[in-house]
């Protein structure tokens, strides 16, 4: 089964979401703008999700877990949750 280790940010809106990716893709700490502004409680530690399996996280986070590029930041992806911004540091097939 396909395996992937994740960070994110979560936040409550799409522009939230796009300046956010903006302050990382122009330099800022990914773990470091989680801390700070992401809804969700890995936000502490800053946005790793750890390793999970296809099928563990909703379906539109999956399909960006599992079929996108490595290393990258992804986003805004919406969700029954809010907008995530998602890097995938890693994924076995």
């Known amino acids: 089964m396909a395996r992937a280790c994740a960070r994110h ?3 409550d809106s799409e522009a939230k979401c796009e300046e956010l990716k903006k302050e990382i893709q122009e330099g800022a ?3 470091e ?3 700070q502004n992401s809804s969700c409680p ?3 530690r800053g946005g790793d999700l750890g390793e999970f399996t296809q099928g563990q996280m909703v379906r539109e986070f999956d399909e960006v877990v599992f079929t ?3 290393n990258t ?3 805004p992806v919406k969700t029954q949750f809010g907008y995530h911004l998602i890097e995938i540091t890693s994924r076995d097939e």
Do not use: C, Y
Request: net charge negative.
């Open 68 to 70: 996108e590029e490595i």
């Open 33 to 35: 703008v989680a801390k």
């Open 29 to 31: 700490d990914f773990a």
């Open 42 to 44: 890995s936000g502490q």
């Open 9 to 11: 940010i979560l936040v």
């Open 73 to 75: 930041v992804h986003g």
